[in-house]
């Protein structure tokens, strides 16, 4: 399959101000150097704790944000300086379903107009077949038809996310980047959703960036997942050997934290000391290097790579050079 996403040497920097005269005075470094690619109809996971920079590269690919340095190539075109009406004619193909869908969604429109709005930003239809248009989305979605007529605030938290999800997809995109769609939502309607996002991908041959701060979410849903941290990519591989053989220390430290059923399979827990270092002003040589168990004299020093170490698996540390 071809390369629908190719990301290269990400950064995306917010300028901090201070003082009386409201100057830069310095950099949040929220993606500093990240490169991955993800294959057409293949979801990739994206985890780290809040602050990682999981969200900024999300909004960054979308050109929500833009980009200090690096390249974003989506279907085989450079967007990343794209402007105007190219910018706008690229944002068909690449849909966001946001974390909170009551915040997302205008409260003031009915949810047949909220769907609609898409649609008419980017083409004409005649009534009757936007209308039809729309009752297939709420269908597909699993909504009844008179959720048409309702508003937002009439409908539990597991359905409004579904109406974002119906709002994302009626421009046909093929990109669609899900910024933990399922995190505000309880435990018990969560897997309903990432079962629906599961079947709509095969029907609409969706391509899936999926962000995530818990690797248990990503597990079912992903092809392949990436762990950032502070800004930086630690470590990209397929989903099963993510978990079973986790080469990052900061990957390993999560994995371990993840709940085990069975106490035969239960390993050590490995508790990471300290807080995550400010982004504004991240530690020289590795960024996890303050908090590493392994950490060796080099590792605050150089700043390792992500290298492929096996097979479909990368990883940036310096235990595997
Ligand atoms: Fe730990 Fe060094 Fe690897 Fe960073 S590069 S994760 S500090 S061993
Ligand atoms: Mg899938």
């Known amino acids: 399959k071809n390369v629908l996403l190719d990301v290269q040497n990400l950064k995306t920097y917010y300028p901090v101000k201070g003082g009386f ?4 005075v310095g950099h949040v470094k929220a993606v500093d150097n990240i490169s991955f690619k993800i294959k057409a109809g293949e979801t990739l996971g994206l985890v780290g704790e809040s602050g990682c920079g999981k969200s900024t590269t999300g909004r960054t690919i979308l050109r929500l944000l ?10 085989g075109k450079d967007i990343t300086s794209l402007r105007g009406k190219s910018l706008r004619d690229i944002r068909q193909d690449m849909q966001m379903v946001f974390q909170d869908p009551y915040a997302s969604l ?24 936007l209308k039809e248009e729309i009752m297939d989305l709420l269908e597909k979605v699993g ?3 008179d959720a048409y007529y309702k508003y937002p605030h009439e409908f539990s ?15 046909r995109p093929k990109l669609i980047i899900a910024d933990e769609p399922v995190s505000a939502l309880d435990v018990s309607v969560q897997s309903q959703v990432l079962n629906l996002l599961n079947d709509l991908q095969d029907e609409f041959d969706l391509t899936f960036l999926f962000i995530a701060h818990d690797l248990s979410v990503v597990k079912h849903m992903s092809d392949r997942i990436g ?3 502070l800004g930086n990519m630690a470590e990209i591989a397929d ?9 990052h220390p900061y990957t390993q430290a999560l994995i371990s934290a993840i709940p085990e059923p069975d106490p035969k399979k239960r390993k050590q827990r490995i508790v990471l000391e ?15 290097h303050p908090r590493c168990q392994h950490a060796k004299p080099e590792c605050s020093q150089i700043k390792p790579q992500l290298k492929e170490v096996k097979k479909g698996h990368q990883v940036a540390c310096h235990l595997y050079s």
């Open 143 to 145: 909504l009844p038809p």
């Open 66 to 75: 833009n980009p200090t340095d690096g390249k974003i190539l989506f279907d």
């Open 227 to 229: 762990v950032m941290y």
């Open 106 to 129: 205008n409260q003031m429109q009915m949810v047949g107009d909220v769907i609609a709005e898409p649609i008419l930003n980017f083409g004409k239809r005649s009534k009757k077949a």
């Open 239 to 247: 989903n099963i050997s993510i978990y079973a053989d986790p080469l």
């Open 274 to 288: 300290g807080d995550v270092p400010s982004p504004i002003n991240p530690p020289v040589g590795c960024p996890f």
């Open 21 to 24: 005269l409201r100057r830069t």
């Open 157 to 171: 938290g597991g359905q409004r996310q579904r109406i974002g999800i119906a709002r994302a997809l009626a421009l």
